[in-house]
């Protein structure tokens, strides 16, 4: 396989309906389920990729079971922080996470948010949906730049299943990394 056809495969695909106020994003890895599941729902992978690179990750809570919730901080170089949190209301493992999630800049805008998790023979596509208030709010959260930090993400979770952590990993986390 080439590198072009692996880039091209694996590309993030981030769609707006423009009568709906969703956001759908679509991903495939080179890892089976099981192992792209635990690095969404594993506290001590998920500081390891979630965001843009430049942001470090504090975890302050990530309990990743349905009725559980979970609150993290990205900061930038200047200090700025930028808050999340949400409940999981959905965990079935290897299938499927239904979650809230709320910036706390921006506290009124709560979105419901469903990965699917589809095995792919050894590989993995990842469906996200995210459902907000209204258009206005689908859009604002477009303009936000969240399309960035989504691919950035992601290209530092292939790196991350690849067993290549990024080499700014460590500036990127407050909490111990664990082995596979």
Do not use: C
């Amino acid at each position: 396989m080439s590198t072009t056809d692996r880039h091209h495969r694996n590309e993030t695909r981030i769609v707006a309906d423009p009568d709906l106020p969703t956001i759908l994003i679509i991903r495939e890895f080179d890892a089976p389920p099981e192992r792209v599941f635990r690095a969404y729902t594993d506290p001590d992978l998920v500081v390891q990729w979630l965001g843009p690179r430049r942001l470090t990750m504090r975890i302050d809570q990530y309990d990743a079971r349905s009725g559980g919730s979970y609150r993290y901080v990205h900061r930038d170089d200047d200090g700025t922080e930028y808050g999340f949190h949400g409940v999981f209301h959905e965990v079935r493992p290897n299938e499927r996470i239904v979650q809230t999630f709320t910036y706390e800049g921006f506290p009124d805008g709560v979105s419901l948010e469903t990965a699917v998790f589809e095995d792919l023979g050894g590989r993995t596509r990842v469906t996200g949906k995210s459902l907000m208030d209204s258009i206005e709010a689908r859009d604002s959260m477009l303009k936000s730049g969240m399309d960035h930090g989504v691919r950035e993400g992601y290209e530092r979770l292939d790196e991350l299943l690849g067993g290549q952590q990024s080499s700014s990993a460590d500036r990127h986390t407050e909490r111990g990394s664990r082995s596979w």
